[in-house]
């Protein structure tokens, strides 16, 4: 058992004393020392433990073998004593001479490390001096380029500087004479258009408060006439005539005319209804009445503008009132078929009161329902008047295409007589025509049979020939 124990003891102490080696060749330093140190506690580490396991896996195999061979054994220990003291010894002796060894050997490395350290540091800081005073001396040297460049730069931006301050003072002195002849030349044009616009406008004001004062007036005028009960009548009588005015010839509608035979009650316009009858006793006429409840329509405005509901809501109702009181006096007294159609037209004057009419619920309706009255604005009513007028027109024509085909027939055999008039006319001419051509001819013959005689003057000409003067001036005449 000991004979391959010992052989690998010192197999792991030759590798020891190689890593030491190699540990030492390979760190120079004090690190490499301290490595060393702790490559070699763990290889010490190592043998022990590995010397442990075997030590115990021997004696198991010791215990096994001695039970086995105990008697050859203690025949043989004296010779295993002596042998065994023998290699300790040598082996002792070897370790002894390695360790020897090893302490040359590192004593040997730990001076050439520290000769190769001191070396290297006095070899790196000489380089370190030399390229210290290279560089120092570099930018020193750039240093003096950089401050030299720096001066000729400065010469020159000062230079440059100088000129174009010098050629900005110049121009500027030049920009601000050129400004302020035009700030001159238009300060003086602008403000002479200033004043010239302001006394415009100061005359337009005055022409303004002329008109304002014309126009106060003739709102006042306006108020007053409002104000009456007659006036305001004859407002809306005005108002409408000139609506018919518009539309209608003077002979389509009439006024204060009374539409029910045998009535005193006389309307203020009505509209003549063609397609009946030409008797004028026969007239079938269109009432149009005009009416303007001014109070109780300022009630209903005054409410509204001071947000009175209840008033709004009483003035509404008053005015809604009135005007189905009008409605029905109306439809009393001017509606009458069949001498007049069977309803009439209720004209306001103003858009703001017919608005105000149409927006009540159900009030349009209930008046062309129960009383056969159509309220109507300026605008509704002149709409209506054109659609009547149109409808008028169309009447008349078919009232008179008959009239129409009697002319077109009258013409047609009037045209046919025509055609043989041309004929005849065309006729004569061409016989015209062949008589100026023999003439012609007859005259180109006496001209030629004349040319060899020589012409007389002229006066005497006129004195033997007295009406050659007056056909030249009939012809001169003619053309």
């Known amino acids: 058992m000991t004979d391959w124990l010992l052989p ?14 190699w540990l030492a060749l390979r760190r120079r330093d004090d690190a490499a020392t301290r490595e060393l140190g702790a490559g070699l506690d763990r290889v010490e580490r190592t043998l022990r433990a590995d010397l442990a396991d075997s030590g115990r896996g021997t004696r198991q ?28 010894d040598s082996f002792r002796t070897q370790l002894a001479a390695m360790q020897q060894a090893i302490a040359d050997t590192l004593r040997s490395s730990t001076g050439t490390l520290t000769q190769s350290q001191q070396g290297a540091r006095e070899a790196q800081d000489a380089a370190l001096q030399r390229f210290g005073a290279g560089l120092t001396e570099q930018l020193r040297a750039m240093s003096e380029a950089n401050e030299k460049r ?5 010469n020159t931006v000062e230079e440059r500087l100088t000129k174009l301050a010098t050629d900005n003072e110049t121009k500027l002195e030049q920009m601000r004479q050129t ?24 005359e337009q004001v005055h022409r303004g408060l002329g008109e304002m004062q014309t126009l106060a007036t003739g709102v006042g005028d306006l108020k007053r006439v409002l104000s009456n009960v007659k006036s305001r009548g004859v407002f809306g009588e005005v108002q409408l005539a ?19 035979p045998g009535s005193n009650e006389r309307v203020e316009f009505a509209l003549r209804m063609p397609g009946r009858s030409d008797d004028p006793a026969q ?31 009483a003035a509404g109702k ?23 159609t069977d309803f009439a037209l209720l004209f306001v004057p103003t858009e703001g009161l017919y608005a105000e009419l149409l927006r009540r619920p159900g009030l349009v309706e209930l008046l062309q329902r129960e009383h056969k009255v159509t309220l109507a604005g300026p605008t509704t009513l002149l709409a209506m008047l054109n659609t009547l007028q149109m409808g008028f027109r169309t009447l008349a024509l078919e009232k008179r295409s008959a009239e129409v085909w009697q002319v077109l027939g009258a013409v047609k055999t009037e045209f046919g007589k025509f055609g043989t008039v041309l004929g005849k006319i065309r006729d004569q001419t061409q016989s015209v025509i062949k008589t100026l051509d023999a003439a012609d001819t007859r005259t180109r013959a006496m001209t030629r049979a004349l040319r060899g005689v020589e012409s007389m003057p002229e006066a005497q ?17 003619s053309a």
């Open 8 to 21: 690998l003891l010192a197999a792991l102490a030759a590798l020891n004393l190689l890593l030491l080696l």
């Open 61 to 88: 195999e010791l215990s096994a073998s001695i039970s086995l061979f105990q008697q050859t054994l203690l025949a043989q220990s004296g010779d295993v004593a002596r042998t065994q003291n023998e290699q300790i």
């Open 150 to 154: 720096l001066g000729e730069v400065r």
């Open 179 to 202: 400004v302020d002849e035009k700030l001159q030349t238009t300060l003086e044009t602008r403000l002479g258009e200033s004043f010239k616009q302001v006394a415009e406008r100061l």
């Open 242 to 260: 000139l609506l018919l005015e518009q539309v209608f010839t003077p002979e389509q509608y009439a006024t204060n005319i009374a539409t029910v």
């Open 283 to 313: 007239v079938l006429w269109l009432p149009i009445d005009a009416k303007f409840p001014r109070e109780d329509y300022e009630r209903l405005l005054d409410a509204q503008d001071r947000a009175d509901r209840a008033e709004a809501e």
């Open 318 to 340: 008053a005015l809604e009132q009135r005007i189905r009181d009008e409605a029905k006096t109306i439809a009393a007294k001017y509606v009458s078929p069949p001498f007049t």
């Open 461 to 477: 000409a006129q004195a033997l020939l007295p009406g050659a003067e007056l056909t030249e001036l009939d012809d001169e005449a």
